[in-house]
């Protein structure tokens, strides 16, 4: 069972286009984080949103939390060929555990 | 400052073989992570540890699987015997504490033939 559902699974799209990727559960989260990851490294976190409603803002890209704490979103805008790589949402439960819930991840390809 | 480091980055080898893959966490962190990703199934929580005490193995696939942590700055991860099917990329990652973000090393390649 896949606790956090992303969509689309793989997007290609030229530079300067802007797009949205989907996390989406049935289940409530205490915070939600975002990663990026490129081939051949780890992950590296992006954002944490934590607030029902909260929008992040990092440089072009923008995080929002749902009003829930079911589901978050992560737009681009004027997306470049720097940012094509792997994009994950992850879920923590809140239980001091730092325990995640990964999502199974949106591939992003940027064509210059 | 140096991250998570793992060792070796590639590994082959052939099936029935031991197999150990290491970890170092980012001195100071108290929780360590191993993770399992694959294509069909994305990135997979194995265990988990906080203190250097285990606190859940429920993602451990099988008994073939352990994980140790004897101090704060090592781990491993080990497979005996190793299966085909255990081909993957396996990463650590380590945290200061509870739900702090967490700190991935550049992972283990897999590949049991």
């Known amino acids: 069972t896949q606790l956090l559902e992303q969509s689309p699974q793989f997007l290609s799209i030229q530079e300067g286009e802007n797009l949205t990727v989907y996390c989406n559960s049935s289940?409530?989260?205490?915070?939600l984080q975002w990663y990026r990851q490129e081939p051949g490294e780890g992950p590296v976190l992006l954002v944490t949103?934590?607030?029902?409603?909260e929008v992040k803002k990092l440089k072009r890209l923008t995080f929002q939390f749902g009003d829930a704490r079911k589901d978050s979103s992560l737009h681009i805008t004027a997306a470049q060929p720097g940012d094509t790589g792997l994009y994950l949402c992850?879920?923590?439960?809140?239980?001091?555990?730092?325990?995640?819930?990964f999502g199974q991840g949106t591939t992003l390809q940027v064509k210059p | 400052d140096a991250g998570v480091i793992q060792s070796p980055r590639h590994e082959v080898t052939e099936m029935g073989q031991e197999v150990t893959l290491r970890c170092k966490p980012i001195?100071?962190?108290?929780?360590l992570f191993w993770y399992r990703q694959t294509m069909m199934r994305g990135l997979e929580l194995l265990i988990y540890?906080?203190?250097?005490?285990?606190?859940?193995d429920s993602g451990m696939p099988e008994d073939r699987f352990s994980a140790k942590m004897p101090n704060a700055s090592f781990s491993t991860l080990k497979i005996q015997p190793s299966e085909p099917r255990d081909s993957a990329v396996y990463f650590c990652?380590?945290?200061?504490?509870?739900?702090?973000?967490?700190?991935f090393g550049d992972g283990t390649r897999l590949s049991i033939l």
């Open positions: 992850a879920g923590s439960r809140g239980s001091n555990t730092g325990k995640l819930i």
């Open positions: 289940s409530v989260f205490s915070s």
């Open positions: 990652a380590s945290t200061p504490m509870g739900n702090q973000p967490q700190h």
């Open positions: 001195s100071g962190h108290n929780s």
């Open positions: 949103v934590v607030t029902g409603g």
């Open positions: 540890f906080n203190n250097n005490v285990p606190i859940d």
